[in-house]
């Protein structure tokens, strides 16, 4: 079975495996049409998921009064479930006359197909990847905590061979302890907001924004939270060649989550944990070296 396996700054080689995955000629089929969204769908919330997971750190230093600048990697695990390897979708003209079918998404079997009406016209489908998880990982930075907010951003890019050309992940956020303007003690409660933009050569501009409000506990080196998350999902798709010129904008379809995590730091290193879903879900878990 084929997968997705984007892992940043630690082994270039598996980018480039991954890149020859993604469905090139899928999207010069669906490019102009309305099954785009659904076949394209389930990629960006799983990568969504994935990307927002642990997006904060949650272990609340004293925010009067403790400066920390963090420097680390963060890893999630999204499997694919059922429901996200196929769709609804319907043929295109000048197959006559329309028609609904249950079809492959970018997740699904790699089984494309062709249709004809009574007429001759046709009407073809690409298959999908076999694709059965997807694991995410990146490095991020963390500086705060400044008027009771943490400030953190994320970057990679690198240049490949083949028409790819290009991956790029750049992402920033802050997280503003909300439960300091009252002086809370035994809780906190957090409210964040997220922007990360995914470009992959000239062939998708993805952005990703994500709002979430956390609440928890810290016990000196321990501590534990839950949240929810809401999050958007937009992307570009090309395609210009001598046969079909076009552009499509997709959008993720699964916009709220919720989650549970929990971190522990030792001296200087910070180790997380976290868990989200329901479709899909995501595990993740990060370390991270904190002064």
């Known amino acids: 079975m084929k997968k997705i396996i984007i892992f940043i700054g630690i082994v270039l080689n598996t980018l480039q495996i991954s890149a020859q995955y993604f469905p090139e000629a899928a999207s010069k089929v669906y490019i102009t049409s309305r099954n785009a969204n659904p076949y394209f769908a389930p990629f960006l919330d799983l990568v969504g998921a994935s990307m927002n997971s642990m997006a904060f750190s949650l272990q609340k230093p004293d925010t009067t009064h403790h400066f920390h600048f963090a420097i680390g990697v963060n890893a999630s695990y999204s499997p694919v479930s059922a429901s996200m390897k196929s769709f609804t979708g319907f043929t295109e003209s000048p197959y006559s006359p329309e028609k609904s079918l249950t079809l492959p998404t970018i997740f699904g079997k790699n089984e494309s197909g062709i249709l004809y009406d009574s007429n001759g016209n046709a009407f073809g489908y690409p298959g999908g990847f076999d694709i059965t998880h997807i694991i995410l990982a990146y490095p991020f930075i963390q500086v705060g905590t400044l008027y009771h907010t943490n400030f953190s951003g994320r970057y990679f890019g ?20 909300i439960s300091d303007h009252w002086k809370a003690k035994n809780y906190f409660i957090s409210a964040g907001l997220n922007y990360t933009a995914f470009n992959l050569g000239e062939y998708l501009k993805g952005r990703h924004y994500m709002a979430q409000l956390s609440g928890g506990q810290t016990f000196r080196r321990f501590n534990y939270y839950g949240h929810i998350t809401w999050q958007k999902g937009l992307y570009n798709l090309y395609y210009n060649d001598q046969e079909t ?23 200087m290193i910070r180790i997380q944990c976290e868990a989200s879903g329901f479709n899909p879900l995501t595990a993740a878990a990060g370390l991270a070296l904190q002064f």
């Open 158 to 177: 690198v240049d490949i061979n083949g028409d790819l050309r290009r991956i790029r992940i750049i992402g920033f956020g802050l997280n503003h302890f």
């Open 245 to 267: 010129t076009g552009k499509a904008t997709v959008d993720s379809k699964n916009n709220v989550r919720i989650g549970a995590g929990m971190s522990y730091r030792l001296r």
